[in-house]
């Protein structure tokens, strides 16, 4: 491991454990997402729409 990789996980780990416990559990909460089609213009508009999952 070289020793910026060392040095950016240690500081990564370190603000981790830095955030309250509040912050991180609130990570932990599921969003439930619904899956939708839809088209929209993704190329020029000489092309049709495209279609997409949002």
Do not use: C, H, N
């Not at 454990?17 to 559990?25: C, I, N, Q, V, Y």
């Not at 997402?33 to 949002?54: D, K, V």
């Amino acid at each position: 491991m070289k020793r910026r990789d060392f040095l950016l996980r240690s500081a990564t780990a370190a603000a981790a454990l830095a955030l309250p416990s509040t912050a991180r559990t609130e990570t932990l909460q599921f969003v439930e997402l619904q899956a939708r089609s839809a088209a929209i213009q993704l190329a020029p508009p000489s092309y049709q729409m495209t279609e997409i999952w949002g």
